[in-house]
């Protein structure tokens, strides 16, 4: 699998859109980006993944640059509760299906 | 629908002694993976079962094991405890019936939180 970085921590003011980054320049044709977070404690929550076209749900947007070594993902109006690690993982969708997690981003939102 | 149930939440345990945790994956999945999550390690893959057969293995001692029931659900098993063992034990489950193409997404569980004494 593709390796991730991905900054350590990040600050997002409540009510803002949170904006994290995530380099992914291996990524091979046929890896998938997926985002999870995980709230302090608890198990991994899902959050969205894509190939190569922008995607989007009810709790997040993912934007995939062109090149696909690098993507975006946006909470568009982040609340207290948004508070958690957030990672950034690239797999294949077939043979192996096992997550390799990095450290993450802390992202701390504020009041 | 449900989603991934473990159990227990919480265990204490002492050196030496083993433990089994179970999961119960979401209906309709057919596939189970194990994650250890440390504060030095992070979160590492185990192993996954499907259709009671293990299909990929991490890098863990054999102390390390599980299983996978006809109705898909799953426990693994650690023998001879010791203290680094005590970590956070996550399930996640899948559909399984992705042969090519399209992603499947994995969900977790709320985990196990294991101490070993």
Avoid at chain 1, 20 to 26: E, Q, V
Avoid at chain 1, 81 to 96: F, L, S
Wanted: one cysteine or more; a positive charge.
């Amino acid at each position: 699998d593709a390796k991730t970085t991905q900054p350590t921590s990040m600050d997002c003011a409540e009510g803002r859109a949170a904006n994290l980054p995530c380099n992914h320049s291996t990524i091979s044709g046929n890896e998938y980006v997926y985002w999870y977070r995980q709230i302090h404690s608890q198990g991994p929550q899902y959050i969205i993944h894509g190939l190569k076209n922008n995607e989007t749900n009810e709790m997040a947007s993912l934007i995939i640059t062109e090149d696909r070594k690098s993507s975006t993902l946006i909470l568009p109006h982040a609340t207290l509760r948004d508070t958690a690690v957030y990672y950034c993982i690239v797999r294949e969708n077939q043979g192996a299906q096992k997550l390799v997690f990095g450290q993450g981003t802390r992202l701390t939102i504020n009041p | 629908k449900a989603g991934v149930t473990q159990t227990p939440r919480y265990l204490i345990k002492t050196r030496g002694q083993q433990v089994t945790l179970s999961c119960s994956p979401i209906s309709g999945h057919r596939s189970v993976s194990w994650y250890q999550q440390t504060p030095g390690q992070g979160l590492q893959f185990l192993f996954e079962y499907f259709s009671e057969t293990q299909r990929n293995k991490g890098n863990f001692p054999g102390r390390f094991s599980g299983r996978q029931f006809s109705n898909s659900r799953s426990e693994m098993n650690v023998s001879t405890l010791e203290l680094g063992d005590s970590a956070l034990y996550l399930c996640a489950s899948r559909s399984g019936l992705v042969l090519a193409g399209v992603g499947e997404t994995q969900y977790f569980g709320p985990g196990t939180r294991l101490l070993v004494l």
